[in-house]
């Protein structure tokens, strides 16, 4: 599988981003699909994560509320809709595919997408 994050960008706290990510191969339907994140000088953390049907979803505490992860499996695609978004969400996204497991984990992933860089300004 690989995959291909977009729609990151420079939005000011408070506004919102949609980000997204397009999966080749025909077994992407089979993967959960979770969404990390970065920032300089940190490791990496979970930020969402969406069963291979959809049915079930995860967020972390620090998102719940403000982030929702949808898949649409017809279009291979996953996304991020990121609201009230504020400077400590500054930092790189990445997508990812994994089988099911602790989805929090990274080490639950076998696939990373290359990440989109998100900056939010005070």
């Known amino acids: 599988v690989q995959l291909q994050a977009s729609g990151g960008g420079l939005v000011q706290a408070g506004g919102s981003l949609r980000l997204s990510c397009a999966a080749s191969g025909r077994t992407f339907r089979s993967y959960h699909m979770g969404w990390f994140r970065q920032a300089p000088g940190k490791e990496r953390e979970f930020v969402a994560a969406?069963?291979?049907?959809?049915?079930?979803?995860y967020y972390s505490d620090s998102v719940k509320g403000r982030f929702t992860i949808s898949r649409d499996n017809a279009k291979n695609t996953v996304y991020l809709q990121m609201n009230s978004l504020k400077p400590e969400d500054t930092a790189v996204y990445y997508c990812a595919a994994g089988r099911p497991g602790v989805v929090s984990s990274v080490g639950a992933y076998d696939y990373w997408g290359q990440g989109t860089q998100v900056t939010v300004s005070s």
């Open positions: 969406v069963s291979w049907s959809g049915l079930s979803t």
